[in-house]
């Protein structure tokens, strides 16, 4: 087994603020994905990294970067936090990227953003 | 592109009685994967249910789901909805070669006594 953590729990931002969410696995799989979480529009993807130095975007980019500092960790930087906005971003890992179909994407219990 | 709907908003159910949460897709890939993701309140989703077999049934803690390539279906069904049933459901598509999937937009479930 393993765990997916992600810190801070909460976290309350000013407009304009960077802002940086960190996710740790140690499950030892190659692949990690960062998604945000809004009600009622599902689980939409950030970034993802197949493998430690590899950073991919996904369809909801804009106004983020991410950094896979090494197999374990990744981190999530909202670039300038918009006023008012509310979400959950929520980590996730998988094995690897291209293997069996039924690999599971094991998630973490999520930041929640508050910007004032 | 692919795409993955499931029932929308609140599913509301009083606890006993059977509940069934739609969930369709569209793909041109030929092999796929499918997944019940369930998240409580203030947890991480978790899987629930997985399968990558045409018209074989998956099962666990009391739910089950059948994929049905023929229709592009994976409903969600319990006989019997229990208080702790009660959270947020979502569907999940894996295609192709690719680690990505493709999520519904999530169908809360309410068990009421």
């Known amino acids: 087994g393993g765990i997916i953590t992600q810190t801070p729990k909460f976290l309350i931002g000013q407009e304009g603020q960077k802002l940086t969410l960190k996710c740790q696995q140690n499950f030892n799989h190659d692949t990690m994905y960062w998604y945000r979480q809004d009600s009622g529009k599902g689980l939409r993807l950030i970034y993802y990294s197949i493998t430690e130095n590899d950073l991919q975007k996904g369809d909801l980019s804009e106004g983020y970067d991410a950094s896979r500092e090494k197999k374990s960790s990744f981190s999530l930087t909202v670039t300038s936090a918009q006023k008012n906005e509310m979400a959950v971003f929520l980590c996730a890992s998988s094995p690897d990227w291209g293997g069996r179909y039924q690999d599971t994407q094991y998630f973490g219990p999520g930041t929640r953003l508050l910007v004032l | 592109g692919d795409s993955v709907t499931q029932t929308e908003g609140l599913v509301t159910v009083t606890e006993g009685l059977p509940v069934k949460l739609n969930c369709t897709y569209q793909t041109t890939y030929l092999t796929i994967a499918f997944f019940w993701y369930v998240q409580y309140l203030n947890e991480a989703p978790q899987v629930l249910l997985k399968?990558?077999?045409?018209?074989k049934r998956t099962e666990h803690q009391g739910f089950h789901a059948t994929l049905h390539k023929s229709s592009s279906s994976f409903h969600l069904q319990k006989s019997s909805a229990q208080l702790s049933d009660s959270a947020l459901y979502y569907c999940a598509l894996r295609t192709g070669n690719t680690g990505k999937l493709i999520f519904g937009l999530g169908t809360t479930l309410q068990v009421q006594p």
């Open positions: 399968s990558s077999t045409d018209n």
